[in-house]
């Protein structure tokens, strides 16, 4: 198998198992320097002292494919982007669907930009309930379960969707920000965008769009977030 050793693209970690004696080791940098250099003889030690931090048990050592320090799991607010990734993935099918009601999984990051799309108006009501939706008579004045840690895994945000002249007001969702690309704005480029110039990633806004950001006071439109003066990271734009 052939190791790309001059990408960190895909992260990963290798146990190596060096055997005792005069056996060389078929660890990925030695496989490198075999194809490189075949007539060189190869020392197990000297790739062993790299990562002796990672030493656990004898004539055992790890190796790092990536040339940074970090982790290669993610960060819970890595996890968060993704979520809202996915939200707005299946937001965007259920009203080109023509849904009048769907669900999404229970999270503070899902919470917070769904209460963003109701007072801006893109959707009609969101409700915390069970795996069944609430009956459409009951729902603007349904009382939520209490969450509690027997049946915080069964809660469901259910989203109403709004249509007007027979064509969805949620028509396009469109994420900024993703696991592997973190686009944060400043005030000054927030303002750019919310007069329609482009700033960096961000195209300018036109009619009929906003765009989300998560500051220290919340998810906010871009408009808002001009009028309290904050910046933040920029989540998503809905047309």
């Known amino acids: 198998m052939d190791y790309d050793l001059c990408t960190d693209r895909f992260r990963t970690r290798i146990l190596l198992f060096i055997p005792q004696g005069p056996q060389l080791a078929t ?22 002292t790299a990562n002796r931090s990672l030493y656990n048990p004898p004539n055992t050592y790890h190796f790092s494919l990536f040339s940074n320090t970090q982790s290669p799991r993610a960060s819970p607010f ?22 009048g009601l769907t669900s999404l999984p229970n999270t503070k990051y899902n919470l917070a930009l769904a209460l963003a799309l109701h007072r801006a108006g893109f ?28 049946n915080v895994a069964t809660r469901r945000l259910w989203v109403g969707l709004k249509y007007w002249n027979e064509e969805p007001v949620l028509k396009e969702l469109k994420p900024i920000s993703k696991p592997s690309r973190l686009v944060t704005a400043s005030l000054e480029q927030l303002n750019r965008v919310a007069r329609g110039f482009p ?10 769009e906003c765009l989300f950001v998560n500051t220290d006071r919340g998810v906010l439109e871009v408009r808002e977030a001009v009028e309290r003066k904050v910046g933040g990271l920029v989540l998503c734009k809905v047309k």
């Open 27 to 48: 660890s990925p940098e030695a496989l490198y320097a075999r194809r490189t250099k075949p007539n060189q003889p190869i020392d197990p030690t000297t790739y062993a």
């Open 78 to 99: 890595k996890m968060g982007i993704q979520q809202i990734t996915n939200m707005c993935s299946h937001l965007q099918n259920a009203s080109r669907a023509r849904l």
């Open 123 to 150: 959707i009609s009501s969101v409700t915390r309930g069970g795996p069944h939706p609430p009956t459409p008579e009951a729902l603007m004045t349904y009382e939520p379960e209490p969450v509690t840690s027997a």
């Open 199 to 208: 700033a960096g990633y961000m195209k300018g806004l036109q009619l009929g």
